[in-house]
């Protein structure tokens, strides 16, 4: 599997590339800004990108969707929950961050289906509480937390449509019951290193304690 981390933009965000080296075919995960150096790692890499997944509708996380669509002609996927928040994103706020528009998503995702690239399947957990449609992805070894779970905290839960009893309870219920190995890659870089383990952070994480 190729597995490229990428911290992008100005708030610290994280970018992910993976693709089936067999096949070539790959995703990008929350591809927020600086899409010429991730479209630059992808032909590196020998990856075509097949899908934009977005975590969540959050603007730090869609702000590249525009540009990484026009320019691969990839199908966006977001969960359903969080399908509105692409193309409803306040005039000011995308002028704060200095973002375009996202396109609205090509392809709705819920709990428990699959995104397939290659022979390399990653299974939609729905992990709300940072948003209602926020979501994990799952790889045997790999978990893509987005902003639910970060290394030694989790997601802020003040914005519209957050929980802390939500978030809690996606986090004890369906990420720190993966296998203790899985690497966690979430989605930005706020911890003491830039990535964890499923163990680690059932152990350590001072929020989960």
């Keep these: 599997m190729f597995l490229k981390q990428m911290q992008v933009g100005h708030m610290a965000v994280f970018a992910y590339l993976v693709g089936d080296r067999e096949t070539g075919e790959g995703l990008v995960i929350d ?13 590196r890499g020998g990856i075509k990108i097949k899908y934009i997944v977005n975590t969540h ?31 409803s994103t306040p005039p000011m706020v995308l002028r704060m961050f200095r973002a375009k528009p996202s396109p609205p998503a090509d392809v709705i995702v819920q709990d428990g289906d699959i995104i397939t690239i290659g022979k390399i399947e990653l299974k939609v957990i729905h992990t709300p509480g940072h948003s209602p449609g926020g979501m994990a992805l799952y790889t045997p070894g790999y978990v893509f937390t987005g902003d639910t779970l970060f290394v030694g905290g989790l997601g802020r839960t003040d914005l519209p449509g957050g929980s802390w009893k939500i978030i809690h309870e996606s986090i ?8 203790d190995n899985t690497i ?10 830039p990535t964890s383990t499923i163990k680690n952070e059932r152990e350590t994480n001072p929020f989960l304690q």
């Design 57 to 87: 509708g959050h603007v730090d996380h869609i702000s590249g969707n525009a540009d990484m669509k026009n320019r691969t002609g990839a199908d966006i996927i977001i969960h359903s929950d969080d399908a509105g928040m692409l193309v």
């Design 172 to 179: 004890v219920n369906k990420l720190l019951t993966l296998p």
């Design 184 to 193: 966690v890659l979430s989605g930005h870089n706020y911890g003491r290193t």
């Design 31 to 43: 591809p927020a800004a600086e899409t010429d150096r991730i479209l630059s790692e992808a032909e």
